[in-house]
């Protein structure tokens, strides 16, 4: 218990400006912003973060609570047919995906290109930039998208204990790489907008009716997966800077303690995924296919 409350008590301490930070910024400025680039409000979202990051977790209870209900009332009922709203849905979220990808990814790259790998997960972009600003609609976007889950229990289709588990550890640990401007979540933002402008972009197109060559859902589910082993590589790697190295980055060790468990899991769950769905699935359709020759 002692263990977990000093663990618990880190995570609640933001100390940003101490010893793990760094006034190192990325001095990168845009080519244009757009008018509602132009706010900032890192400081006041900050704050917020750091006071109400934990309801997060209440957030996650309650909505597995919700879905529980659901999927119970429904249990003698027929499915609602949310064709339309699901094509919106999906569609809105690709936009969404591709537009942060290309906002943010424009610091993002410019800093790992021509700054390097440290630079790029050790400092943050300027506070009241472009960039920033994406960061945190990136954090408050994680609470649209347990929408997804609402349209597979409505529609009774299969829920998967990743597909929970991800949306809300993903949500959780969002908010508090927020809290204290985590800047290993840089790397990890841009790629959960790259893969999310694959993946919902494909969603939207089976909404509509066409079916992509199954290639394509491989592929995409592939990217999700080494997603998650960068995560791992970079939490491990983030782990040697600052206590190998003792090099300044700005992230917490309960904040990488935190990151690396999450990563980890995904890692695992996408690869076991990945072999169920796949590997497997097209194993014993070969061997089917042996054992009907044989009849």
């Given amino acids: 218990m002692e263990i977990a409350r000093c663990f618990y008590n880190s995570l609640t301490t933001f100390e940003i400006n101490n010893e793990n930070y ?11 912003v757009l008018p509602f680039e132009r706010y900032q409000l890192t400081p006041i979202i900050t704050r917020f973060l750091q006071n109400y990051w934990q309801h997060t977790v209440t957030v996650s209870v309650l909505y597995f609570m919700m879905v529980k209900s659901i999927e119970r009332f429904l249990h003698n009922r027929p499915p609602f047919n949310l064709r339309l709203p699901l094509i919106i849905w999906n569609l809105s979220l690709a936009l969404f995906s591709i537009v ?14 021509n700054r390097g790998i440290y630079t790029t997960i050790c400092t943050n972009p300027p506070h009241d930039g472009v960039a920033a600003l994406w960061c945190a609609v990136f954090v ?3 609470l649209f998208e347990l929408g997804d889950t609402l349209f597979i229990v409505l529609r009774k289709r299969p829920l998967i204990f990743l597909h929970y588990y991800h949306h809300v550890a993903v949500l959780i640990y ?14 990890f933002i841009a790629m959960n907008f790259a893969a999310h402008s694959l993946m919902y972009s494909y969603y939207a197109a089976r909404a509509m ?12 589910t592939l990217c999700q997966t080494i997603q998650m082993i960068v995560g791992v590589a970079i939490s491990i790697g983030t782990y040697y800077i600052k206590a190998a190295l003792g ?47 044989k009849e």
């Fill in 22 to 32: 760094t006034e190192v910024q990325s001095s990168y400025e845009y080519k244009f």
């Fill in 140 to 142: 408050f976007s994680k």
């Fill in 100 to 113: 942060g990808f290309v906002r943010f990814g424009e610091d993002y790259f410019e800093s790992l290109f």
């Fill in 209 to 220: 009716g066409y079916r992509p060559p199954e290639f394509i859902s491989v592929t995409i």
């Fill in 247 to 293: 090099w300044q980055c700005q992230q917490s060790f309960a904040n990488l303690y935190l990151g690396f468990f999450i990563y980890f899991t995904f890692a695992f769950l996408f690869i076991k995924f990945f072999v169920n769905r796949y590997l497997k699935s097209e194993k014993d359709e070969r061997k089917m296919e042996k054992e009907k020759k």
């Fill in 174 to 187: 969002a908010a508090h790489s927020g809290a204290e401007h985590a800047t290993p979540g840089r790397s």
